[in-house]
């Protein structure tokens, strides 16, 4: 008994290592990345019409960043609130795979507190903490902490300045800050494609994709057509990969 | 600075529908596992939904999606491409789009 009791404290001491402050270190790296594409988002938000205190409600309650363009830029064209919602379900289904890929190591918490660790999820915390879990076999909770309520302050001020400064910014396009948005979606489908080890098929998906989401946007409006794109386009990823 | 009533709407139900995907699998994938048809769908949806985006953004023109009048963000489009395999950077390739289609809107204006 006395052996298993320590075996739990060296766990639990190591365990105790991975403070809230470690957490908040090991954001650092991807906090340029927040605050630079936070502070384009804020300007194109403002720049799309949205108030201050809009902004502020959107970073603080939606917290993620091509959820925030897209929605701005779909109130510019006047979208329904049931098409916009519907696209943001779409784009942030991919949390589904985040949050299922993390919750092995979080088995042993409660459902209340596993769901304060997803609360906070994004693309670039999940990477954080998947390449800490390869290197030590787990993720402590304080330390996910730590990574993720420091990434949610910065994009949330990063956010907000954009906003205030998009006050003075007649021209966003003249800068070419509405393409932030476009060059978001090319990384982080080039950076998604880049990190499986199913090229060949990533690009056939990839392009059907693009040829439904033209193709339908000519019948549907365009954002009902990447709706349709997504699900035939994962629907036959899907089936190409049942065949094999 | 005031929230309007339909965009506070808008901000709510993309918040719940954006945190349901974020803490579901976490709260209850420790009880039972997704089937396996389900884990290989929703593995191409990033995808899917992301060149679904690209393409809208690239060739849209308003609520239409035209091929005559969106030259600069197709052409931008290609090195911003590249960029992304090269660095394999969100950052470096935001930054970098950004700044091709300033150059290329000042070279050619509208």
């Not at chain 2, 999606?65 to 052409?75: A, P, Q, R």
């Amino acid at each position: 008994m006395g052996l298993a009791n320590d075996q739990i404290e060296t766990v639990a001491d190591s365990r105790d290592k991975d403070t809230f402050l470690q957490g908040v270190k090991d954001c650092v790296p991807t906090l340029l990345g927040y605050l630079s594409i936070g502070f384009a988002a804020g300007v194109i938000e403002r720049t799309a019409g949205l108030s201050i205190a809009e902004i502020a409600l959107m970073s603080l309650i939606l917290y993620a960043g091509s959820a925030q363009f897209i929605a701005a830029g779909m109130m510019v064209a006047s979208s329904s609130i049931t098409t916009i919602i519907i696209t943001i379900f779409f784009v942030n289904l991919r949390h589904l795979l985040l949050s299922a890929a993390l919750a092995p190591y979080f088995r042993h918490l409660s459902p209340l507190r596993n769901m304060l660790v997803g609360s906070l999820l994004t693309d670039e915390s999940f990477g954080v903490a998947i390449n800490e879990a390869a290197k030590k076999n787990y993720i402590s909770e304080k330390w996910m902490h730590g990574l993720n309520i420091t990434a949610y302050l910065n994009w949330c001020a990063a956010n907000i300045a954009g906003a205030f400064l998009g006050q003075w910014i007649s021209n966003p396009e003249r800068l070419g800050l509405d393409f932030a948005l476009t060059a978001m979606f090319i990384g982080l489908l080039v950076l998604s494609m880049l990190s499986r080890k199913k090229i060949a098929r990533d690009v056939v998906v990839a392009i059907i994709a693009v040829v439904i989401a033209v193709g339908a946007s000519s019948v549907l409006s365009s954002s009902m057509g990447v709706i349709v794109a997504t699900i035939f386009a994962s629907t036959i990823g899907m089936v190409m990969e049942k065949w094999k | 600075m005031e929230v309007r009533w339909d965009v506070f709407l808008i901000i709510v139900g993309t918040a719940i529908v954006t945190f349901i995907p974020r803490v579901l699998p976490l709260m209850v994938l420790s009880r039972f596992q997704l089937p396996e048809w389900a884990t290989k769908w929703l593995s191409y949806v990033p995808i899917s939904v992301m060149a679904a985006l690209v393409a809208q953004e690239i060739f849209k023109n308003g609520e239409n999606i035209s091929f005559s009048t969106n030259h600069v963000e197709l052409l931008a489009a290609i090195p911003t491409f590249f960029i992304a395999i090269k660095t394999r950077s969100l950052l470096v390739t935001v930054l970098a789009g950004i700044i091709v289609v300033m150059v290329l809107r000042f070279l050619f204006p509208a």
